[in-house]
């Protein structure tokens, strides 16, 4: 059986190992010439391991990268895996969607299986997909599944084998293909009634992470004019055994998941006619955070930062990550240099972001940020010279100073 994952990002970079190690044909497609030549080296985003994992796949013939697909390669199952950002209004953006089903559609062989990882709104696969990929297409009998992807870039723990995955589809056969397939390599597959409750599952999972640290950011400004810690408050409320979960605040919320979801969740609202309100206060106490931190800093410098020099150490959204997807670091800088500071930032994983370059920690600043501690970044410079410092880390870890927010 030959598989095909359309897109090699976080999502379907990984589906294509797995795929290919438990014997599956498999193609992976970009559209990204330069992404495909880099795999097609041996290099990729993703760990020494998996490296090692493609070149042996590669020499044993289960493995192909690709820019272009053809008829010929006789696909059996085409899985969707492309990014679906938001648009600059924060409305999905569905038009690299749209470009997968066309390129599917070009090539689709009678009877084939095209299943959606993408996140989107509810009813993509039966009221979007399904009928591009079909009016698009001259082959009959297609079929079509959902499996919302649930990676978690940089998680040890939880991969793609043993995260539980949800699945759906339009018919019975729909249904029992897409299980057969994730069943090879999932050691939990739960298959729900309809793509829209899958669909759903996956918007649900994300907006319930975003109202609950939106909870948490709010609660700064109270624990502030208040005098006491949110993070120790926190701790005391996790000794309690059940019902309940603590979130940690932060300058905002980054990746493709949490800013994104819950995003997708309200647009699904809104097209029949409702609304989520606390989704939507959620999404705009989260965005507002670089906002009310930069404020806070300013007020901390005795409300004047101009050329104050500081610097961020780490920018990426999440810890030991290159993912720069709406990283909320980057409107910090820009508020903060919005106000008259000169900041610079630190960010060996990331390396280099637009025209800007990481730069080693430096004694001779005003302030450090603490803003993504990745295990690379060594503090002791600040902390032998007695540099000021601020934790904006959204975690309960202590690097030698106390959480500002």
Known sequence: ?????????????????????????????????????????????????????????????????????????????????????????????????????????????????????????????????????????ASTGIKFGVAPERIDPGNLSWTLNNTPRVISGLSEDAINETLNFYQRFCNEVHPVESPEIAEAAKLIENSFRQVNIALVNELTALASKLNFSVHDALAAASTKPFGFMPFYPSIGVGGHCIPVDPAYLSYSAKRVGTETRLIDISNSINLSMPETITKRIVEWFGKNIQNKLIQVAGISYKKDIPDMREAPAIELIRLLRLSGAKVTWCDPVVGNFGSEHSIPLSKNIDLGLVVTPHSCIDFTIWKTYGVKVLDLSANSNNYGWSKFL
């Open 1 to 137: 059986m030959n598989i095909c994952v359309i897109g090699l990002g976080y999502v379907g970079l990984p589906l294509v190992i797995q795929a290919a190690k438990v014997g599956f044909k498999t193609y992976g497609y970009d559209i990204d010439k330069r992404k495909v030549s880099n795999l097609i080296k041996g290099e990729s985003l993703l760990s020494k391991n998996d490296q090692i994992n493609i070149s042996e796949l590669k020499s044993k013939g289960m493995l192909e990268f690709i820019s272009r697909l053809d008829n010929d390669l006789d696909i059996d199952i085409y899985v969707i895996a492309v990014p679906t950002p938001l648009n600059s209004d924060g409305e999905p953006d569905l038009s690299m969607l749209k470009n997968a089903c066309e390129t599917i559609a070009a090539t689709i062989q009678p009877n084939s299986l095209v299943i959606n990882e993408s996140t989107s709104f509810i009813g993509t696969l039966r009221n979007y997909i399904k009928p591009l990929v079909e009016g698009k297409s």
